[in-house]
């Protein structure tokens, strides 16, 4: 290898790889600072309609339901869950991929999840957030709800830990503070940073949130102990809560619900549909925001395309463990389940998913160019939402309408549903937005860690990039 | 009675302040009156420093425990207070009580860890501080608590070390 | 109590012993000719709302007891299942209590029923979900606030004032007619002598033309229901799910 | 400017104007939960019960239903006219004239009941009494007031509380006085 | 009773429960339904307890005997009657429901100058000018000009009617009513008159039967006294210390009865009669008996025209043969044919040489009422007929309807509604605002059943004479009047006086008479003790089994072939057993499934699923039902039991008036019948065939059943 071939390899590997694309630390900071002040009129301009649609499609449609009852939704004898359900699994699935990402990607050291992380662990959060919205609609009455939290009351009357619903209840609360926790800690450093570099009320503002860190080697420290305790604590909380989800399925004595795989299906769901969320917001932050493309590179999705494939292919799994044990025991409510699954009304539904899910990501996927095309590699992530929604719509309120009444099965029809479903995107958009005004989404001095354990290293004549661990 | 004085020394890259830390400890610094500050996690052996007592861990375990005596308590004592049967289930089985106490035992770990960070940390802390705002672009800042009689000899050292600046700290407002 | 040291046990059913039964219930299929009087009888005796067309159809309507029937062959040879009057079957273990977060779906220990608790309901209808016989009614709007229907106001005339009137975002379903039980016991109570079988009755029972419901205590196998149903043609409804239903239904004639 | 008010607020007398603000709050929720445990207007007002009960009037005289069922009734015009026509003042008094006007144009007296509970409550005095309970364990001493008032608020856990002390030691009451379904169906 | 009965704290109590409703999340209810105090409380009245009367259900004309519970002056639920003969403690849904009607938001609240609009929107008056009107309108017409039109039951009212007619010389009150139309009762009465000779409603003795086939008969519904006749069946059934009863029903429609019988029998409508004889002949074949009157039947040209094959005929003779107690009827559809009173004949003629009269489980004849000297049936269609052309003639010119609604019962062809704009002056005493009331000059309400006194005669279903005693439960709820005060006091102003001072004496006058009567339920010694016990006890009867035997009778057939009016299909018109002629107003009912369809809230019509998908229908599809009359349109329901030439919709929907839960729903099969009578005088409506046509509109039919779990719809192929 010549000399100049050697360095074009070298200037092609820093192209691909921001690990190998030092920028001083100072400039890093100024262009996610930068990201963060510049906003364009349509920025607001899709602000102010989604906040319109929230108040509309969240507060005000929420707001009638419960003055009128849930009679103004889809829900019935027998479907008596619906779309309610449907987007609290949903946004709980969403919420994994940040844990996934920022977690297990911490704990196996892989180097590429740097630049994206918080861009993940702020879809937990904000996921998690919808969920909750969506789990407090479906209730009947849920000005009470505060009797499904165990406190202490004058009746000696505590929730029943018999039902799965209040290990749900549990295991979301213990998700959702830990996940918030998470997000907060690697934040701090970053905070601060754009402490250092506002004025104004921005200024007061980091102020309050930074908490006075300074990054003295105490500090440091300790923050760096609690992530790790938090990266491999929050991974079996994170399987628990999507188990238990599970679980309210799982346990209830219904053809093709009552499965003992249900549990990791629905983690391996939830991945799905988190990685394929996360993409497409990588994608939107890329296109979007200013001096995105410097950190979110094509490297980038390539890799998070990688495990897709695999989550992909371990959804499919999953499913066809549950469909043939489903099938094999011939059942005579679960034949007619399975059947009305796939040629009852809704089965265009079935196999939009099988398409979504399975077949689209398999077949552009494994192509590493394809892979790296941001836009693509997006629009299969939406695909992926679509046909995970769906999953969740056909074992719901679809696999409710049989039971083992066949007097009472009914089509569920959504009604008030669908502008509340949107409400809830729409808050989630919502907040994002509002996050990537206010909060540095790329974690600067994890970038900068990463970029200084990196380096190119000679093996003869090859040249490779090497990654030396700090910790 | 010599005053006491605090100096912090910018530099531009980790190695040089290494070497400062060193050749302050050979002006006869103790290691308790100097601290470095960072924008990016720097472990103690990079520094030459001694090792940081951190008790986070111990927090996060305590706040386990802790977890773990309440999922136990709603798990086996709360159902008894008002006993009320369900499905033919005894009152307070074993199965879902693990999944309770497990959800608990992780709250109280994660939470208490959490807290670990602010207690050991002093967080939040809005009085006035040694800083430099520079440090969050990637420098790093030795602080150094001598007496004023040393200040000239430090800041010679540090100088020749290679800092940017070594300017007598003040406590300010972040 | 000496059950809860099984707690520690944890071994579901293993070691709890099948739940006892105290009121029961015979349904003859033979002779139920599916007139809706029990259904009619139970919603005026138990303030049940009716909800309206378009609700109705939709699988809302809130019968505490509906009467199913299924078609076999094909004309001539046509042939209308028996009709099957379907109600809450009081099970023994019953898949709808554990499953409510709330404790607002509970078995009475004392009369060794199901109940449904209305002012502790939140309305998650997971107990719905879990009924296999879904007899389970949820009030899905409020049908008895005359503050929306002004003929409410009217007809709650009528309302009885030993049953509680269920609003919006509420779960409901047969309890036995509780309010008779509880009021026949006080009266005997008040009187100082046991209920005598057939002393009370359900409303579903009282006003069957066709004597096709029978109720009663099946702790006491002298009373009519106990007789009743140890006849080899009495079935319990998805008897294969372990739920101990205490309603019988007589297939078939004799 | 909002970092000003919140530094005001920081100052001693800032932090006074949040206490009185919070304890304002306080109050006026107290306030509230009070007016709806006050004793309502009836319509013969200011109707003393402890006159009555001073003259010996046994509380079953009038609410005759305690020991028979759930509802231990309110006594009819009739009944009250059974003394008063008796009482010569009942002519002339200006308390007693809506008895009178009530009693001449036949129109029943309106009484507000006070000791009520919710409609999921189904509650029957008759058990009660025949458990050897008197008047005054539930509803305090009417010797001492006017018009009734609940000497406490009868909610689940007061009624739990007494269920539990009187069962205590008789598994088979116990089950019976703790069942949900005993009050609410 | 209470004294005075006012709402106006009602809000007041609504507020408190507005309070509670924020606090707890349950809200203004049943206890908060303000039970008004007592002035003085009857001594037998405690607070929060129940006191019950038992009276009569005056939902249908049967007169089942209820218990109403009541607290505080307000009825809360319908029990029935223990000690009353007829039902025995039993009720059906119609009864239970009777408290929505008491309840109705829809009521007529007081008296009404109506002026005939389409809406409730007279003027109120004052019940002395009410009084002053009907006194005007007795004195100021001719006897012959004025017409009483009453309701099915055989009340008391119906007797006072009767008793004014007679003094003032005017023609008697004619009763009429849907359900009599329907069940043919004209038909079956002179059936029995020209077989047994006596004119009487029979009685079949269903309970001890162990063979029963049924011709059109669809007793558990709505047919004579359901209650009744579903004990008896229900007896039947259980066949204690015999075999467990064995029901054929023969009809083109699978309604209830034939829902619940063993074997459905779908033959052609018209053909009834022939089926019966040519059973008749097989059977007595197979007995090795003569075959009486049926020997001239040729039975494989019965089973031919029925629709059946002739094994199958003789397979069922067989089953009739061989049996200890076998029993056949008629009514309904199978009679409302051209050839209905041979039907009728030639089923009694088959009870006859199955030699079943007068025996346990055979055919009797109802017991007369007490005090009853002959069996009085309501006015058939023919009747009815002429009573409007009468109308028409402007021969009438005061009319007073009281409990009946022909202006919806009687099928549009009569032209009762054109023929009422010839009347001068149309009083109605309708407690609902009918379409009829609506159409009157005047409305002045009658108490609703369960707040007035009366009695009415069993007509039959019960063993033993009876008479259903009725009083208030409740005081009235609304400014309403009893319609035999009304008539008492405007009779005095009229100067026609009767000598009772109001209803309760008049009752009281017509019950003095059982006073020295033995063999009662009870006894008293002097007519005020017997009231007491009258009120107590729900009624007066003789504890003896009263049936009568008839003599056996010789039967001369004449089985012609039903005649049919030009179409494709057969129309089976049947009553809602839920809703009947008027239960359209209770919401209860309009939410009580249909038992065979489960459709609720609606009309529908039932096609065969194969003639549907000839005819390119699904289900929902609306259609339009074309006969010579007129036509309807409702939705289809493709119905599995249903002979593939005929179609059937249910009576009871289709009301323009009549509140707000009757009120614009479904249609009325009634206006598709022509004005044809058979023999007997009934309407002829199962001769009614019809075109169907679609009318290319949809709508969802609100059932109870799925269709997807009944029908497999949307299971795809192979379900």
Known sequence: ?471 | MTEQKSLLAVFHDLEPAADAVEQLRRLGIHDDHMSVISGVPVTEPMLGRPHQWTNVPRIAMGGAAIGMAVGIALSFWAPNMYAIRVGGQPFAPVPPAIIVIFEMTMLGMLLSTFLGVFLDSFFPNYRPLHYVPEISDGKFAILVECSSMDETKITDMMKKMGAESVQDAEAQHL | MTTIDLNLVGAKGALVEEAEGKWGMVIDQDICTGCQACVVACAMENNIAFVGEEDSGYGRSMHWIRIERFWEGEYPEVKMTHYQPMLCQQCGKAPCEPVCPAFATVHSQAEKVNLQVYNRCVGTRYCANNCPYQVRSFNWRDYNDDRLDEAIASLKNHFNPDVTVRRRGIMEKCTFCIQRIHKAQDKAKSEGRAVADGEFTTACAQACPADAIVFGRVDDPESLVSQLARQSHGVHHLEELGTLPRVTYLVGGQ | MIQKAFKWLMQPLGLAAVLIVALAVFSLVVWGIAQTQKPPEQPVPQFPHQLHVSFGVQCLYCHPGAVRGPSPGLPTVSKCWGCHQQIAKTQTSVKLAPLKAAHDSGTPLQWVPVAQVPDFVQFNHRPHVAAGLNCENCHGDLSKVDIYENPQVMNMGWCLACHKEKSAGNPELYIKLTDCGTCHY | MTQKISRRDMLKLAGLGATTAVLTGCGPASKYVKREPYFSMPEYTYNGESTFYATTCRECAAGCGTVIRTMQGRALKVEGNKNHPLNLGKTCARGQAALEGLYNPDRVTGPLKQGRGNKLSGSAVTWDNAIGTVAEALKNHKPDEIAFLMGLAPDHLFDLASELTGQLGAPAPIRFGALGMFESRATLSRAAEELFGQAAMPFFDLANADVVFSFGANFLETWLSPVAYTRGYSRMRKGKNRRRGYLVQFEARMSQTAAVADEWIPIKPGSEGLVAAAIGKLAAEARGASAGAFKNVDAAAAAKAAGVSLEKLEYLAGLLASAFNPLALAGGAALAQSNGLQTAKSVLALDALLGNIGQPGGVFLSPLAPGQEAYHRPASAQEMGEFVQKINSGAVKVLFIHGVNPAFELPKSFGFIEALKKVETVISFATFPDETALMADYIFPDHHGLESFGYQRVFTGAAESALSGAQPTVTPFHDTRATADVLLAAAAQAGQALPYADEYEFVKSKLRQFVPLSGGFFAAPEINTFMAYFQQYGGWWQTGNALVAPAAANAKLNLAEAEFEEGEFFLVPFVSPTLGEAGANKPWLQEAPDPTTTVMWNTWVEINPETAHELHLENDDIVRIVSAAGEVEAPVYLYPAIRPDTIAIPFGQGHTAYGRYAAGRGVNPADLFGPRVNEAGDLAFAGTKVRVEKAGKYRVLSRLESKIGVYGEGMGEGH
């Open chain 1, 1 to 471: 290898m010549s000399e100049k071939q050697q360095h074009d390899h070298e200037k092609h590997l820093r192209e691909e790889h921001l690990m190998l694309d030092p920028l001083p630390r100072g400039q890093m900071n100024d262009m996610v600072m930068e990201s963060m002040h510049t906003t364009s009129w349509k920025f607001w301009a899709v602000f102010f309609i989604l906040s319109a649609f929230v108040a509309w499609g969240l507060f005000y449609s929420w707001g009638k339901m419960i003055l009128e009852g849930l009679g103004i939704a889809g829900v019935n004898r027998p479907s008596y869950w619906g779309i309610f359900l449907v987007n609290t699994v949903f946004w709980i699935g969403i919420s994994h991929a940040g844990t996934f990402i920022s977690a297990i990607l911490r704990v196996f050291k892989a180097e590429f999840r740097r630049p994206f992380t918080r861009a993940a662990e702020l879809m937990t959060t904000f996921g998690l957030v919808q969920a909750g919205f969506s789990i407090f609609m479906h209730m009947g009455r849920v000005w009470l709800s505060y009797w499904l939290f165990p406190y202490p009351n004058q009746r000696e009357l505590w929730p029943n830990f018999h039902s799965p619903l209040t290990w749900d209840l549990l295991a979301i609360t213990t998700y959702l503070l830990s996940s918030t926790m998470y997000l907060f800690l690697p934040l701090i450093p970053d905070l601060a940073m754009a402490r250092d570099k506002s004025t104004g009320w921005r200024k007061n503002f980091y102020k309050v949130l930074a908490l006075g860190f300074r990054g003295t080697e105490g500090e440091w420290t300790h923050l760096r102990h609690a992530m790790n305790i938090f990266a491999w604590a929050i991974i079996p909380v994170m399987f628990s809560v999507h188990t238990i989800v599970s679980w309210d399925f799982a346990m209830a004595t219904r053809p093709g619900w009552s499965s003992s795989i249900f549990g990791p299906y629905f983690v391996i769901g939830a991945l799905h549909s988190g990685m394929g969320a996360v993409v497409l917001v990588l994608g939107v932050v890329r296109g979007t925001m200013k001096n995105m493309k410097y950190f979110i590179r094509p490297e980038h999705f390539d890799g998070i395309g990688k495990l897709m494939l695999m989550i992909s292919m371990g959804w499919g799994y999953f499913f066809f463990n549950d469909y043939l044990v489903q099938w094999y025991g011939g059942d005579k409510w679960t034949k007619q389940l399975l059947h009305w699954h796939e040629a009852g009304p809704m089965g265009w539904m079935w196999f939009a998913m099988l398409i979504f899910n399975v077949v689209i990501p398999w077949a552009v996927l494994w192509n590493r160019k394809w892979r790296s095309t941001p836009w693509l590699v997006g629009t299969v992530g939406l695909l992926i939402n679509f046909g995970m929604w769906f999953e969740r719509y056909i074992i719901i309120p679809i696999s409710l309408t049989i039971n083992r009444a066949p007097f009472t099965w009914r089509l569920y029809k959504p009604g008030i549903e669908i502008p509340l479903s949107l409400g809830t995107l729409a808050f989630f958009i919502l907040l994002y937005m509002a996050a990537s005004r206010l909060i540095p989404l790329i974690p600067v001095w994890e970038v900068q860690e990463g970029q200084m354990a990196h380096e190119f290293k000679k093996f003869g004549r090859e040249t490779v990039v090497t990654v030396s661990e700090l910790e």
